[in-house]
């Protein structure tokens, strides 16, 4: 990827938060966790896969009364976060996979936003994490993920269906990011813009690929998780979608009323 001639989405915190952070589907997802968090009124929230911390560090800010933890393995990115830290905020280098095998007692709820499918294949990786997560929690705590899905029609995890989707995705990416990075922008620059929106889409285009390939990107299906959650012995609260280009989202709780 060449960061030096174009905006980079990915390991710069600006950029992210005025045009990655802004796609239509990001910000469905984002708001989405926002408003299970406002229904739920947790007191402390651990989010796994923080990456910059851009929806934390939102949440910390409208929601001054709540104690919010960030996981990431990255340090590069974590300093990052760390240095917009609010009073009501924290992040901590570790591998989540790693992080949810200790006690995680402390939190009424973990959320995770586009980090479950960073868990690698095989499935089983993914049953371990979902059986630590219920393990350690306390009672009544909930566990959220909101993510991409696979489509329940791909007979196969390599389904070609995949890549047409992944291309409507592109093309969503394109016109949102294009729209949000010219209302910030001037109107002298018409064609950073453009760059910006073409490099969205270029961005899930390969990222389909990825996914085509089970290659960094290892995307489920929905009923998959659900019915896995159910297996594990947590409670589905809610598990609906958010567009119809795979996002969705699965409030799950252990034991509780």
């Known amino acids: 990827m060449d960061y030096d001639n174009t905006p980079s989405f990915y390991n710069n ?34 989010e796994l896969g923080t990456a910059l911390g851009t929806t934390l560090l939102m949440l910390a800010d409208k929601y001054s009364d709540i104690l919010f933890e960030g996981v990431d393995m990255r340090g590069e990115v974590v300093l990052q976060a760390e240095k917009k830290s609010r009073k009501n905020s924290r992040f901590t280098v ?25 868990i690698p294949d095989p499935l089983g990786k993914k049953i371990d994490f979902l059986r630590n997560c219920f393990l350690n ?29 992944f291309n409507q995705r592109a093309l969503e990416g394109y016109a949102s990011t294009f729209w ?10 018409l064609d950073l813009s453009r760059k910006i929106a073409q490099f969205s889409a270029n961005e899930e285009n390969e990222a389909g690929k990825l996914v085509y390939k089970r290659q960094d990107e290892y995307l489920v299906k929905f009923e998959w998780l659900r019915q896995t959650s159910k297996d594990i012995g947590f409670k589905v609260i809610l598990a609906e979608p958010v567009n119809s280009i795979m996002e969705k989202v699965i409030l799950l709780q252990k034991g509780g009323l």
């Open 137 to 165: 929690m306390k009672e009544g705590a909930y566990l959220l993920i909101a993510e991409s899905f696979l489509p329940e029609s791909v007979e196969e995890l390599q389904g070609k269906e995949i890549l047409h989707l």
């Open 180 to 189: 949000e990075s010219f209302s910030s922008l001037s109107t002298m620059d």
């Open 13 to 46: 915190s600006e950029y992210f938060e005025r045009y990655l952070g802004r796609t239509s589907y990001y910000l469905g997802l984002q708001k989405a966790v926002d408003k299970i968090i406002a229904a739920v009124g947790p007191e402390k929230v651990l």
């Open 94 to 118: 570790a591998d989540m996979c790693k992080y949810v095998e200790a006690s995680l007692k402390d939190y009424d709820m973990i959320y995770m936003l586009y980090s479950f499918h960073h």
